[in-house]
């Protein structure tokens, strides 16, 4: 699958203490320098917002910041207003993708039992469907 670091291990840190901005291997790092191939609906300066390639939902967007950050309580950490951007990202997408008014869910897999299987942060915006509950 994705040759990205395997969860639980902590991203590389700089001698500063913070999280490095791009990871070696990282598929999502990848995607947001252009390496990798993505759908891209958004490009923006701190986030940037690609289809996902196994689409759970007639809209399914994933939105990452550019920078690395493993999870979403790492970005929460962080404190600077990049994860209000990430979810202001994730609305900018749903009215694009016409599901605003309809609605939508924003999910942040996080860890083992959440279901994270890239280790880069990324919100699922997921609609165009009614959502079941609770989540499987
Ligand atoms: P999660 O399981 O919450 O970590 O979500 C990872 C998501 O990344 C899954 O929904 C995958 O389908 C998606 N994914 C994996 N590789 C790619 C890729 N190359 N481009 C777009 N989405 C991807
Ligand atoms: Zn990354």
Redo the contacts with the bound molecule.
């Keep these: 699958m994705?040759p990205d670091r395997p969860l639980g291990r902590p991203a590389p840190r700089t001698t500063s203490g913070h999280y490095d901005r791009s990871v070696p291997d990282c598929?999502f790092c990848g995607?947001a320098a252009g390496q990798?191939p993505?759908t891209i609906m958004l490009d923006g300066k701190r986030t940037i917002a690609?289809r996902?390639?196994?689409p759970q939902a007639p809209t399914h967007v994933?939105v990452v910041p550019r920078d690395h950050f493993p999870d979403v309580a790492a970005l929460a950490a962080a404190g600077d207003g990049l994860l209000d951007e990430l979810v202001g990202t994730a609305r900018e997408i749903a009215v694009t993708e016409g599901i605003e008014a309809s609605g939508y869910r924003i999910v942040f897999?996080t860890g083992q039992d959440g279901?994270?299987?890239?280790g880069h942060v990324?919100a699922?915006v997921l609609g165009g469907r009614p959502m079941t509950w609770p989540p499987g």
């Design positions: 994705s598929l995607i990798i993505a690609f996902d390639i196994n994933l897999n279901g994270q299987t890239v990324h699922h």
